[in-house]
């Protein structure tokens, strides 16, 4: 039902291609990162190889290739996201170091005792805690968004707790936990009737669906390469100019600015501003390799592969006896989080791990979500393009024998 050749696309990833404890490796810990395709590591390779140097200043042909390489993926990743310009767009460490220049730049010029912050129950402890910090420093207050029994947002939760102090709204356009998305281009409209700036952790989203900055109307929209089949240590910033413009740096150093003296410093222009330092000059360039490979492919083909799998996964988990689905939103990408009525989750992950297949067990950094479920956490399964329904039945099947043995 789908276009794509996935023997093809596996063929493209060399991790794919290797026994685990003398199994087929099944690899479905996707939604902690990606596997990379060749083009990818040639990427790396290539450049490491064939012109490795530093970038902006030097004034030889190797600096001006890696300069030019490197502002390529600036104007790549600003297509990905439908960006009004390539410079609204800031490389970062990942999504993590993005939710943390926001807080750190934008939350400290902003935020006032008494003011609000919204967090959602379905968040990443990585966009709870720069918040919490940020209200700490500041005496505002954290806000969370409740969600229902299928791990949906609650929203007429999230209108009541809109209100004339709210500042920043900060929510997860996918749960890396439950696989749940959100609305976020009604929750980017409402908390706009406030005056609210929204921020969105696109770190699940950006490799299953089309992101449209400028159709959201988001605020600030952060990501990491990682997770959509590029490298890591390195993500994208998205804001909007008036704000970048108006924040002051994140960190002071090289690159950030226009001129120095022991009098004062000038800043540097946006993107340069909030790139202090040499930065991650061979990922950047592979981040573009990743991005076109992701393109090529098309999200609308990578999405309906995804959700078939999904749905596979889900009839086929849903007949072994005691299983437990954690997460049951009617829009979901594909994150299948479960567990055994009466059996630890990491016990499950190693009796998978001992049949090749990977999934991630625990709280998958969101602890307060596993509380309010009243669990310590959960199995999770999270396909990728490059999956089958034949690896989707070997986790069934191992699924199924832990389900016997503990019965
Ligand atoms: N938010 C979500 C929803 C995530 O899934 C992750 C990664 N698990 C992060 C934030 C943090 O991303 P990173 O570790 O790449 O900074």
């Known amino acids: ?42 990427a790396l390779d290539n450049y490491y190889k064939g012109y490795n140097s530093n970038i902006h200043r030097g004034a030889h042909a190797l600096a001006d290739k890696a300069t030019q390489a490197f502002e390529e993926t600036r104007k790549t990743a600003a297509e990905f996201l439908n960006a009004e310009t390539p410079e609204q767009v800031i490389f970062t460490k990942g999504t993590t170091d993005g939710i943390n220049l926001i807080a750190s730049s934008y939350g400290r010029q902003n935020i006032q005792a008494g003011d609000e912050i919204i967090v959602s129950t379905l968040e990443h402890h990585s966009n709870i805690v720069p918040w919490q910090m940020l209200c700490q420093e500041k005496g505002a207050t954290l806000k969370v968004i409740p969600i229902n029994a299928k791990g949906e947002l609650i929203m007429e939760e999230f209108e009541k707790l809109l209100t004339a102090n709210t500042k920043i709204v900060a929510v997860n ?31 699940q989203s950006a490799s299953h669906f089309d ?16 997770k959509v089949y590029g490298p890591t240590g390195i993500g994208l910033l998205y804001g909007k100019r008036v704000f970048l413009e108006e ?11 226009k001129e120095v003296s022991f009098d004062g410093t000038t800043f540097n222009e946006i993107p340069y501003k909030f790139e202090a330092g040499t930065p991650n000059i061979a990922d950047v360039i592979a981040f573009d390799a990743a991005m076109k490979w992701v393109q090529d492919l098309g999200k609308e083909a990578i999405r309906a592969h995804e959700a078939e799998l999904l749905a596979y996964a889900n009839e086929k988990l849903s007949e072994i006896p005691g299983i437990i ?45 596993m509380k309010h479920l009243g669990i310590e956490g959960t199995v999770r399964a999270s396909f990728s393009v490059y999956n089958t329904k034949e690896e989707i039945d070997t986790l069934v099947q191992g699924v199924a024998r832990v389900a016997k043995m503990m019965a």
């Open 325 to 369: 689905f954690y997460g049951t939103a009617a829009e979901k990408v594909s994150v299948l989080s479960f567990g055994l009525e009466g059996v630890h989750p990491f016990d499950i992950g190693m009796m998978l791990d001992a049949r090749g297949v990977a999934v991630r067990t625990g709280h998958h950094c969101t602890q307060p979500l």
């Open 211 to 226: 992101i449209d900055v400028q159709a959201l109307g988001v605020d600030f929209f952060v990501t990491s390469a990682h």
């Open 173 to 203: 356009h996918a749960s890396n936990a439950l696989g749940t998305v959100n609305p976020i281009a009604e929750m980017i409209e409402k908390a706009h009737t406030v005056g609210a700036v929204v921020v969105v952790d696109g770190a």
């Open 247 to 257: 924040m002051p740096p994140y960190q002071g150093g090289g690159e950030m600015i």
């Open 1 to 42: 039902s789908n276009t794509l050749d996935i023997q093809q696309i596996r063929a493209q990833f060399p991790v794919l291609h290797q026994e685990v404890n003398g199994k087929p490796l099944v690899y479905f810990d996707n939604a902690a990162t990606t596997q990379k395709p060749q083009v990818v590591i040639d």
